[in-house]
Structure formats: structure tokens, C-alpha cells
């Protein structure tokens, strides 16, 4: 009669500790032990449910969670943080999301591509994704760490990064491409209205800033006729390329037009694509 009044017991506090509504803040929570296993497993799977994807090998799922401040305070777990699957996660990013592209826009040339993909896979972009997988949740931190560093984007995208590259250890492409398939159309429609494609001037310094590293300089360099009616030349740079030259009869419009010579001098877009 002892032990049933136990078990007793015990069933009661487990219903207790259900009915609490407190959200899991990671696997194990940094801040509180788990009440048991159980509990530790059903946390894990409804992150896996939210991926779309159930890990053969839990401990790749674990270790994308972990954050360097948590291995620091438990050297004894023997498990590392997530600095490493990270790195393999940005490369798996990168080919995923240039294959997407690749096959969403047959037309584009190769400037217009790495353009529209380095908007893509900015910390901004991969932080609201974390958030949208709530991967705030189950981030392991460190008990010295703030609370507002499991809200951080720069924590979060190198948690999603992690995430990636333990998916693509654990399902390979297929894993990743299931998971960004769910965030990426949604995220490529926005990319493009941020992008501004009407303004050749907002093409060329999105380009520019991706793949050269440098922002446009415009300068003008002849004004001909009387001031009501004058004409402007402009040349547009990158570093020290003069890589457009535009007339018009303002110093905007011979900028743009100027804009609109370089995308098509450097291979960015031709003619035919170029907006008035």
C-alpha cells in the first residue's frame, strides 16, 4: 500500500508540472533542470515537427543549440558548442539558396543572382527565421549569460546556421531543402521589393555593395549649353573604374542613365531587362 500511495504521488506532481504554462526556453533549459526525460523528448519533438525532419542522431540536434557560454560552464558534458556546424551550415545555406535561385530565375545573369542571394542569407534575414522557428526556445546559453542574448540576431543566425549544417549531416540536402522550402519563397518576394528592381541606381549599389564591396560614387563631369536648358554628363565609379557614363538634363536623370550603362557593362542585366 506504501508504494502505490507513491506512485501516487508522483503521477500527481507530474500533472502538476503540466498544467504550469511556461514555454521550454531550450533542451536542457540553461536556467532550470528538465523534470525528466520524457519531457526532454517531447520538447525535442516539436522542434523536429517545426523542422520537418526527425534526427537518426539526436546529438547533432543538441549541439546546434548550444551556444559556446553553456560548454564554458559545463566542460564536464563533453559536448561542443555550435561554432562548428555553423561554418558547415553557411556553405549548405549558400548552395541551397543559390540553387534556388538558379532554377527560380533561368534569365538572370550571375550579377543579378549573387545580388538577389547576399540579401538573402544576411544575419538579418537568418535571425528572422530563427524567430519564426522560435529557436529562441530551445537555445542551451550559459547561467551567465542575459536573458536578451537568446534574442540576439547574431546568436540566433549562428543557431540557424547550426540547425543547418546538423541537418545536412543528418539528411543530407534533402533534410535542408525541406526546411528551406518552407522559408524561402516568402523571404525571395520580399528580397525583391527591398531590392527596388525599377531603379537601375538601387540595382547597381545593391550589386556593387554584394560583389565589390564598394558603393557607387557619381560625379559629373560636363554641363553643356544655357542654364534653362542645360545637359549633363555624369560618369559613375566603383573605386577607381569609371564604369557608366550617362547625359540627361538633370544631374538625376544623367545618373540614372549613367546606372543603367553600368549594369549593362558589367554583365548585370542587358538592354532588353533595363526599366525606363
Known amino acids: 500500500m ?26 536542457p533549459p540553461p536556467s532550470s533542470q528538465v523534470s525528466s526525460s520524457e519531457d526532454s523528448e517531447e520538447s525535442l519533438l516539436l522542434l523536429e515537427k517545426r523542422l520537418g525532419w526527425s534526427f537518426r ?11 559556446r557560454s553553456y560548454v564554458n560552464e559545463h566542460p564536464d558534458e563533453g559536448i561542443r558548442d555550435n561554432e562548428r556546424l555553423e561554418f558547415l551550415g553557411d556553405a549548405v545555406l549558400q548552395l541551397v539558396v543559390s540553387t534556388d535561385l538558379f532554377r527560380r530565375f533561368p534569365d538572370w545573369s550571375e ?34 549569460e542575459t536573458e536578451n542574448v537568446r534574442t540576439r540576431p547574431s546568436v540566433l543566425a549562428d543557431a540557424l546556421e547550426g540547425l543547418l549544417g546538423a541537418l545536412y549531416l543528418d539528411g543530407g540536402l534533402l533534410a535542408v531543402e525541406r526546411l528551406m522550402g518552407q522559408l524561402l519563397p516568402e523571404a525571395v518576394d520580399q528580397a525583391l521589393r527591398d ?46 573604374e569609371v564604369v557608366g557614363e550617362g547625359q540627361g538634363t538633370s544631374k538625376r536623370e544623367a545618373s540614372r542613365e549613367a546606372a543603367r550603362n553600368a549594369l549593362i557593362r558589367l554583365g548585370i542585366e542587358n538592354g532588353s531587362n533595363i526599366n525606363p
Open 2 to 27: 506504501g508504494n502505490w500511495w507513491i506512485r501516487i504521488g508522483r503521477l500527481w506532481g507530474r500533472l502538476q508540472e503540466k498544467q504550469e504554462e511556461r514555454a521550454p526556453r531550450g533542451f
Open 57 to 67: 542522431n539526436r546529438a547533432l540536434l543538441i549541439e546546434a543549440l548550444t551556444h
Open 111 to 144: 550579377g543579378r543572382l549573387s545580388e538577389l542571394r547576399t540579401a538573402l542569407i544576411r544575419m538579418e534575414r537568418l535571425a528572422a527565421w530563427a524567430e519564426m522557428l522560435e529557436l529562441s526556445r530551445w537555445l542551451r546559453l550559459g547561467k551567465g
Open 195 to 240: 531590392l527596388e528592381w525599377h531603379d537601375p541606381k538601387g540595382r547597381l549599389q545593391h550589386w556593387s555593395q554584394a560583389v565589390r564591396g564598394k558603393t557607387p560614387i557619381y560625379r559629373v563631369v560636363a554641363v553643356e549649353g544655357p542654364p534653362h536648358a542645360a545637359r549633363f554628363t555624369v560618369q559613375v565609379l566603383i573605386g577607381d
